[in-house]
């Protein structure tokens, strides 16, 4: 079955330090994965998305992501963290399933916590 | 556009009473989707929808209901709440399957 993990339940960093938040996955084929990032009290947004070609994606608010496939990984990263970027980080898969339709996973999230 | 709009924000109800969350979408979005979070577990898809009067169940349907009449509307039904739907509730909708647009939430609590 597919899932995701998310190994990082809580990051704390400093204000201007570089971030990398990690995100396995377990999918069979080549899978569609996302990171979310969610806000206290806000709903998700998508930061960035993977679908194929490029292994290196850029998002929004200065994020990046690397899918690499040989360690079933799509790791987060942004070099220069602010204080707004303090949030709940979720990855995801999406994954052709059995019946019409094509659900996406979601991982457990990773929150993360900025010094100043 | 205002996106994906749910109320109610936050909710109290008692064991056994029934309530329906509202969510509406204005971006004509045929996937629907209703979503659970508790805290470290992510997100739990309830009941999705690929259009207007076609809906089926996600990972934990029990205990509650939906419907899609229109495409912009996608209410959710608990009937009989339990302690156990205390959650977060979130709707969603995508114009494909994987790009889902997410309402700002409601807050329901069981007591």
């Known amino acids: 079955a597919q899932s995701v993990t998310q190994p990082d339940i809580h990051i704390t960093v400093s204000e201007g330090a570089s971030l990398e938040l990690r995100c396995n996955y377990s999918y069979g084929a080549t899978p569609y994965l996302f990171w979310y990032v969610q806000s206290p009290g806000q709903g998700l947004q998508l930061l960035l998305k993977?679908?194929?070609?490029?292994?290196l994606v850029q998002g929004i608010k200065g994020f990046e992501a690397e899918f690499k496939r040989s360690q079933s990984s799509f790791n987060l990263r942004k070099p220069s963290v602010h204080w707004s970027d303090a949030a709940e980080y979720f990855c995801a898969v999406g994954s052709a399933g059995e019946t019409s339709y094509d659900k996406v996973i979601f991982g457990p999230g990773t929150s993360l916590s900025v010094i100043p | 556009n205002a996106g994906v709009t749910q109320t109610p924000k936050f909710r109290i109800l008692k064991i056994g009473q029934s309530m329906t969350l509202q969510c509406t979408q204005d971006?004509?979005?045929?996937?629907m989707y209703w979503y659970r979070q508790d805290p470290g577990m992510g997100l739990k898809l309830i009941y999705y929808s690929v259009g207007a009067g076609i809906t089926d169940k996600g990972e934990v349907p029990n205990g509650y209901n939906v419907s899609r009449s229109t495409t912009e509307d996608f209410p959710l039904r608990l009937e009989l709440a339990a302690p156990s739907q205390t959650s977060v509730y979130f709707c969603?909708?995508?114009?494909?399957?994987?790009?889902?647009?997410f309402g700002p939430g409601t807050r329901l609590t069981v007591t």
């Open positions: 993977y679908f194929s070609g490029d292994t």
């Open positions: 969603a909708s995508s114009g494909t399957v994987y790009e889902q647009y």
């Open positions: 971006m004509n979005h045929n996937y």
